[in-house]
């Protein structure tokens, strides 16, 4: 199974709202990644973790906040964001947080700042 | 500049024709290769990928791509397309460098569209 599910699917938000993105994988990995996908332009990572522990942060705004609370679960959580943060937030997970270990996608949430 | 580049952004071809989708890097050390395509509105499937050894690779779906040093190419190949290979095509690398970690690099995408 290399399924990575996310939830919600779309989200609609307010620029004082604050919500959060959640991504679930039951493969035993152990890395798990965020990245952001404007329309028709493609992905750039935002963010790694490392058995539960931040590694990468790609510069990301402070507005955007990541969370690992178990090595099945990343949240994303949001806050203040600005309608030029609507895109395709996708999450993946790997193995190991290696060099050139697979990334397993899931399918995204698509988020609207409105 | 390190980069991914897929020269085409929008491929047509008819279905049952053959399929070659190209993707070149520049990195001085030969990273790790990948191929993930996109339906619409959805997430990346992993079709292939490249670490060492046979450069010609394998991946799902009948696609293959083959890796070629001198070129620093790794083209995605097909010999009969299916209108529901109709995607968008992502060539992606993680840089062979070492104390670098597990960053995808994208190249920009080919968008394929499939006629009957």
């Known amino acids: 199974d290399t399924e990575v599910t996310q939830t919600p699917k779309h989200l609609v938000m307010g620029m004082t709202n604050k919500k959060s993105l959640k991504c679930e994988q039951h493969m035993g990995h152990r890395a798990m990644y965020w990245y952001k996908q404007k329309a028709k332009k493609p992905p750039e990572l935002m963010f790694v973790y490392s058995y539960e522990k931040l590694s990468i942060n790609e510069s990301v705004p402070s507005r955007f906040s990541p969370e690992c609370p178990n090595s099945s679960l990343l949240n994303l959580h949001l806050h203040a964001l600005q309608p030029e943060d609507s895109a395709l937030y996708l999450c993946a997970s790997s193995q190991d947080a290696r060099r050139g270990d697979t990334q397993y996608f899931g399918p995204g949430t698509r988020l609207t700042v409105l | 500049a390190q980069s991914v580049t897929q020269p085409d952004i929008h491929i047509t071809v008819s279905e049952g024709a053959s399929l070659e989708l190209r993707c070149n890097y520049s990195y001085g050390a030969t990273p790790y290769l990948f191929w993930y395509v996109q339906s619409p509105g959805q997430g990346l499937q992993l079709l292939l990928k490249?670490?060492?050894?046979?450069?010609l690779v394998q991946g799902i779906k009948g696609f293959e791509a083959e890796f070629k040093r001198s070129q620093s190419s790794f083209n995605l190949r097909k010999p009969s397309v299916h209108w529901s290979d109709a995607a968008e095509y992502f060539c992606a690398v993680v840089p062979g460098v070492s104390g670098g970690y597990n960053k995808l690099i994208f190249g920009a995408g080919t968008r394929l569209a499939v006629h009957p």
């Open positions: 490249y670490f060492s050894g046979d450069t």
